[in-house]
């Protein structure tokens, strides 16, 4: 099984979510966060995170000012710089905005909405490198559960969610009790996407290795 992160990129940056009506505000507000929204996806687009970081910052801090502290894109924009600061591998800084990003987007757009999950994900993500997988573990199942009761199995952020805890499971060589899991999600993935997707290619290595894993253990008993 190929040792990998899936991480969400920025999902503000790919698309922005329009805000609730409760936060409605000017124009102008929106549109000068959004003016300096898409220079930072372009910049990140081109994988100069440090120009993506500084203008990502110069967004937070418009959307603070003129939308409000607690408004969903200020707090979507505070996960973007968690991801970056995430991707430049400096966990330290990324933990606080991401643990504050995922806790704000849950109370202002609801514990199942998608930019919620995907926080989620990211701050799994985290756990797992900071090697707090008693944290990480909830989050991923989590996750998972809440996307597909929201998106269904055949999803592809579902499918990605699979994967993810997939990934972690073996790499705390505990990969054989996702096996039924794999298989649905296999089967789900080779439906609607194909045989030769990435997604099923990247579920049928997860669960060839989850039943070596398990005859492993097996053979070990």
């Known amino acids: 099984m190929r040792s990998k ?5 920025l999902p503000i940056l790919l698309a922005c979510v329009a805000p609730p009506a409760v936060h409605a ?16 996806r372009q910049a990140f687009g081109t994988g100069n995170f440090a120009e993506a970081l500084r203008l990502s910052t110069e967004a937070r801090a418009v959307a603070e000012r003129r939308l409000g502290r607690t ?18 591998g400096d966990y330290a800084a990324a ?40 944290d990480a573990e909830p989050l991923l199942r989590r996750v998972y559960a809440a996307r597909e009761r929201a998106f269904g199995l055949d999803n592809a952020q579902t499918l990605e969610s699979l994967l993810e ?21 296999l089967a789900a993935a080779r439906s609607k996407f194909g045989e030769d997707s990435n997604q099923a ?4 290595d997860a669960l060839a290795a989850s039943r070596r894993n398990a005859t492993a253990q097996t053979a070990g008993s």
Do not use: C, W
Not at 25 to 40: H, Y
Not at 101 to 121: H, M, Y
Not at 173 to 182: A, D, G, H, I, N
Not at 201 to 204: E, I, M, V
């Open 165 to 185: 805890l997939a990934i972690y499971l073996n790499r705390v060589q505990r990969l054989s009790e996702l096996t039924p899991e794999l298989e649905r999600g």
């Open 201 to 204: 290619r990247d579920l049928t």
């Open 71 to 88: 408004h969903r894109l200020t707090f979507q924009t505070m996960n973007d710089i968690a991801v970056i600061h995430y991707l430049q």
């Open 5 to 9: 992160i899936v991480l969400k990129t």
């Open 95 to 134: 933990l606080p905005l991401a643990l504050e990003a995922s806790a704000g987007l849950e109370r202002v757009a609801g514990p199942n909405d998608r930019e919620t999950l995907n926080a989620l994900a990211n701050l799994a993500q985290l756990f797992v490198q900071l090697r707090q997988y008693e």
């Open 25 to 40: 505000q000017p124009r102008s507000a929106e549109a000068a966060f959004r003016s300096i929204n898409d220079q930072a």
